[in-house]
């Protein structure tokens, strides 16, 4: 058609010249004509080559899926029916995908209860999901990462998504994260204004050499002391994601130790609860831990995994899957915190108002500039912020306020 129109223009060109007595010769009229096929030409190539440049950039690294014909998997190290935790998030973000694209409960398959520290079983389960006709599989822990790797080399046709790990391979496996820093920066603003001890507990599942977990500490701590610089961030760790026991335990410990504000990055309520028991306050992590707590919680640090895999599973229907890393934040809806209790001190909300915006629209980024840690030394550069792959992969100190115990 394009070609069409050229001629089309040429042949007008010159009816015009004959119509108006032009003085040039046949000559000029010929090589003014070929000038303008040429230059028609080249504006069609042009459009060729930007429509298939589009099309090149519109099309993902694997084939599309016809939505009937997606199943996806899930690999969970605990139990959905925990009600609160990390596992109960991930999930909620599951169901919300389900709702979004309109699948059918067929379409997803569930492997509960796999320890992360057994590779015989984390290998099971995602055998058991491709022979179950998965080509979509999610494996929600850390822990799962190096047995993502293997399978997903053994089965290229599958997309293999691992949360909170650091590997891919930039095709069918990829990892998933996000900027739970942002949130856990509010929460610590809202555990400073309220500690009239100026100790805040903090429950981690794993040590300083763990960036995931550090990089929520020294957030939390940052914020706390962006409001007031007097409080400590006291820090207790279980060595496991999922410890009830361990947990309940690390929680009263702070207490006794004079925190009266217990924050946590573990999988169950219970330091919260712990917390509520103790007359002291709170802030939960994954869902909002108010309802297990209501006396305790002042806010809970939050994520929306929907917007992940809604985001991921869209993409291989629609055939733009480009094994990329994720790594969303406030502004993606991923991560958030809960409402703030009638427990917060006054003025919490305008200071919480206040530092999201500057996260979300001023470009704030909670690591910036040069930041002072507990062992006298810093890190980061003035007029600068740390890389994602520093944030996630290389946080292996604490901020100036943290006390592990």
């Known amino acids: ?23 040039q010769t046949p000559a000029d009229v010929t090589e003014e004509n070929n000038e303008a096929a040429a230059d028609a030409d080249a504006a069609e190539n042009a459009d060729t080559k930007a429509d298939a440049e589009a099309e090149t950039a519109a099309a993902g690294v694997m084939p599309a899926i016809a939505k009937e014909d ?3 998997g899930v690999i969970h190290i605990t139990d959905p029916a925990e009600g609160s935790g990390y596992t109960y998030t991930h999930d909620l973000g599951i169901q ?19 320890s992360d520290s057994d590779a015989t079983a984390i290998e099971n389960a995602i055998r058991e999901c491709i022979e179950e006709g998965c080509n979509v599989i999610f494996a929600t ?17 599958v997309i293999i998504s691992h949360g909170t790990g650091y590997k891919s391979n930039g095709v069918n496996f990829n990892n998933y994260f996000g900027r739970i820093y942002q949130a856990r920066y509010l ?14 507990g903090y429950v981690a599942a794993m040590g300083q050499d763990n960036s995931e977990v550090t990089g929520g500490i020294n957030a939390f701590a940052m914020g706390a002391y962006s409001v007031n610089p007097d409080c400590e961030v006291y820090v207790k760790v279980t060595n496991s994601w999922f410890d009830p026991e361990g947990e309940t335990q690390a929680a009263q410990a702070l207490v006794d130790l004079g925190c009266d504000v217990i924050a946590q990055h573990c999988d169950t309520p219970n330091p919260q609860t712990v917390a509520e028991q103790n007359g002291v306050w ?3 992590y994954n869902s ?21 895999y809604t985001y991921a599973v869209q993409s291989v ?46 470009g704030f980024n909670v690591f910036d500039g040069v930041i002072e840690t507990n062992d006298g030394s810093t890190v980061g550069e003035e007029g600068s912020t740390l890389s994602d792959a520093d944030i996630t992969g290389n946080m292996n100190w604490y901020f100036k306020n943290v006390v592990v115990k």
């Open 1 to 23: 058609m394009k070609k069409l129109l050229s001629l089309l223009v040429v042949s007008a060109m010159v009816v015009s010249l004959c119509a108006c007595g032009s003085s």
């Open 70 to 72: 997606i199943k996806v």
């Open 96 to 114: 919300g995908m389900q709702k979004n694209l309109g699948l059918d409960d067929s379409q997803i398959v569930r492997k509960n209860n796999v």
């Open 141 to 157: 822990s850390w822990g799962f990462m190096d047995t993502c790797e293997a399978l997903a080399e053994e089965f290229p046709d």
């Open 187 to 200: 929460a610590g603003i809202a555990a400073g204004l309220k500690t009239e001890s100026n100790k805040l």
């Open 282 to 284: 709170g802030v939960g």
């Open 288 to 308: 909002d831990m108010s309802k297990d707590a209501p006396g305790a919680v002042l806010t809970s640090v939050m994520w929306d995994w929907s917007v992940y």
């Open 317 to 362: 229907i629609d055939g733009t899957w480009t094994g990329e890393n994720y790594f969303g934040g406030m502004a993606e809806g991923l991560v958030n915190i809960a409402d703030l209790s009638d427990l917060c001190a006054e003025g919490t909300q305008e200071a919480v108002d206040a530092a999201r915006k500057q996260i979300v629209e001023e």
